[in-house]
Every structure is written in C-alpha cells, then in structure tokens.
C-alpha cells in the first residue's frame, strides 16, 4: 500500500465529521483514492489542508476551496464535489463565438465557477481509463470577447452531467462505450443518460394511469395502424421516433372524400396528396428513410391569434434533489403552421400572457399553472421510475385544447437552453444552474 503526501485536519473538523482518528486515511476526489498520512492539529476552525505532494497526486490544482464530508460507511474522507460535464467533440484549442452551438458549455462553466468544487468538460477520447483520469477543460474568457478552452488533468468525476447534444453522437460506438464504462465506476453518479425514444416514453408514461387522459393514443406507424387512426381522428401526425426540433413531423388529414392532404415539416413546409393510407407510405418512404416512426392523434389545439401554440417547460431537479418547474414559455406557431418549434420559426411569448387569453380570472390561471405543475412532476417520476435511469431536467412540450384540457406532446431529456432570451434573464440563469445544483446534491455535498 502506497502511502501519498498527508491531509491536515483541525481537531474541530475531526469532531464535527466524526471521524475515528488513526495514521492513515482513504482520501476520494472524484474517482481517485489514495491513501494519506492524517494529522490532526488543534484549532478552534474547522480546516483542512493537504500537503502538496497529496494534491498532486489527487490532482487538485484549483484556488477554489474542496468541500469535504467523511463517508463512514467506506471509511475514507472525500473532497469535492468534481463534475464533469460530457461533450460530443470540443477541441483542445480554439475560440467560441458566445452565440455558436458552444453557448451553452461555455455558459455552463461560467456558471461553475460560483460553485463549490471543480467542474471541467470532456469527452470521451480524453478519458484514461488506466488511472482514472480525464483531460478536462474548463473556458477562459478574454478582454476582447473571444476566449479559449484551456485543458488541465482531472480525477474521473463524482458526477457526469451528460450534455452529448446529438443522437447521431449518441450512436457513436466511442460515446456509448464510454457511457457504460463510466456508469460502472462505483463512486460515480451519472443523470440525463439518452435521448428518448417518443414510443418508448408513451409505454412508460402508460404505466401510470392518472396520465391516461392527457396522452394523445399513439401507435407505431404501419398502414393499417394510420388507416384505423385516421378513421378515429380527422387528423393525425405522423413524427419520427427518435426526431427533434419539429423535423420530420407530418400532418395529414383525411377530407370526406377520404384523400389525405399532409404537410411535412422539414427545413421547408411541403404539402401533397395520397389516395389512402398505403398510397402515403409509398408517398413519404423517401422522407422517413426507414426510419421508426409513430403516428399520434392530432388535437383540437388552442389558438393565439389564430395560431396554435404549445408550452414548453423545462422541469428540473434542485439543490435538494426535489423536482421544480424552472421555465415556462409559450411558442406560438407561425402563421399558416402547426409546428410551433422556434427552429421552424415559432415565436416565444411569456406564459402569462397566453394564460390570462384564455382563462381571464386569476384564480381559474392559478389552478391551470398547478395543473401543469403537478402533470409534470407525475410525467418525469413515472419515466425515472419506468426506465430505472436518473434524470436532472427534462423539457416537456405541453399542449392546451380549446376547453383547457392538457395534453402532452413531447418529452425531451436533452433540451437546448439558449444563453439569449428576450425572457427574464435570472430565469434563463437558473436554468443552467440547476442540474451543477443538482450534480453537487448527487455527489453528496
């Protein structure tokens, strides 16, 4: 047994931790341990210290002060927290445009460091799986706007926040080996772990039969499965299981003379024709690329102005651990459209606003927004629950009939959260902060 370097602590600290004094001690940062000399020395603060040799060696090269906790059970003394938050690609060196797709990474760091602890991001080629270490980065802003990833050496994390921002990135053979490997590490938290697949949410959320009502009937797409949908529901949409950002999604509608009239939302809208349910398969094979795809009941959507829109919230874990709605928004669709996605050129609109259109008194606004609160805490428990993973934030896209009735269209474990917002700022804020809140609840801290 290696002996590195030595940690200091106060008698005070000793006996607010509780700790069983002997030579040596198990120290954990992230996923490193090593084993220390263990001084104690008197005073009336409760303090720490390690010895260089010992930081070194659990790699701790931060001015920001560890927090540290003993955990009796595996008998060692812990600092941190250390989060890791996992990327697709980031170069080692390069410069960021604050408005690029690099926003919210950048952002996210920025954040960090009013935070206890370390927080760096990473990928899974910068992983050594040899000494359970990682090249992390953590962004360094300039003078002139344009600042820079710098790289430093870090234990494997507490925690992984995973932010992988594609499902083709996803799909990589070098993320998903990686993903497993790190969820196998036994000090290791891991939260937001995959995309989700739109029917395997509808079977989970089947599980839990106070949201029966509130979700559209969905099936998996085959002729027969649109065929009998379209004979129950005048319109219907047809949306790829794995899809995001509105693409993809088809209307169709049946007239009485049984044609179907569709319009696929891609990057441009296009509207076309089939004879029947067999006749649009045929039709739109070349759209779906054989990809898996679902086909929902369409719903008598309320209008803004004659547009329809939806809400999107993005629901998130706290400090505590506890399940909060953090953003509320409305995205009123564009004229002429039924997407209101803001990538298909929706435009976003306060809450209140919306509420107040269709509701008038307070008390009836009141009730709704804790409707919607409730619904959404009982849809992320029941996917938590359902697929045995841990979840931090989930953007849910809800939709409102014209009598006020709820309905979910779309749950999100991976949603974007833009750094520009004609929204309120602190709420844009806390939506970053929240899951490095989270991440420090999960390491125990």
Known sequence: MKIVGKIFLSDRLVERLGITVQPLVKVRVGCLIVVAELVVRPDTRATYMLSPTLAQALYIHQRKRMQIRYDKQADMLHLGPTIGILATNLPNRGNYDPTSVQAELIYLNH??????????????????????????????????????????????????????????????????????????????????????????????????????????????????????????????????????????????????????????????RFRSTADDAADFIHRTRSIRADKPYIVQQGIDIATYHGSPFDIRIIFQKNGRGEWQLSKKFVRVAPRGSSVANLSSGGKALPSKIIMRSMFRKADLIEEKNRQIKEFCHQVATTIERASQMVYGELGLDLGLDK???????????????????????????????????????????
Request: proline share 6%; charged share 20%.
């Open 111 to 268: 954040i960090s460091k009013t935070l206890p602890g370390q927080t760096y991001v990473f990928t899974p080629a910068s992983i050594n799986w040899d000494n359970l270490t990682v090249r992390g980065y953590s962004y360094r802003p300039s003078n002139q706007g344009r600042g820079s990833w710098i790289s430093s050496i870090y234990p494997l994390p507490d925690v992984v926040y995973d932010r992988v921002s594609t499902r083709r990135g996803e799909a990589r053979q070098q993320i998903k080996n990686a993903k497993t490997k790190l969820m196998q590490q036994p000090y290791l938290k891991y939260f937001n772990p995959s995309f989700l697949n739109k029917w395997r949410v509808h079977e989970m959320l089947l599980t839990n039969p106070v949201l029966h009502q509130h979700l559209p009937e969905t099936r998996p797409l085959t002729t027969e499965n649109l065929a009998a949908m379209l004979r129950r529901y005048r319109t219907v949409y047809v949306k790829p299981s794995n899809g995001s950002l509105g693409m993809g999604i088809i209307r169709v509608t049946q007239d009485r003379k049984n044609t179907l009239h569709y319009v696929v939302h891609r990057s441009k």
């Open 403 to 445: 009598n006020g009735h709820i309905w979910l269209i779309e749950v999100n474990s991976k949603p974007r959260k833009t750094t520009v917002t004609e929204l309120s700022k602190i709420v844009m804020r806390n939506a970053f902060k929240r899951p490095l809140e989270y991440s420090i609840y999960l390491a125990g801290f």
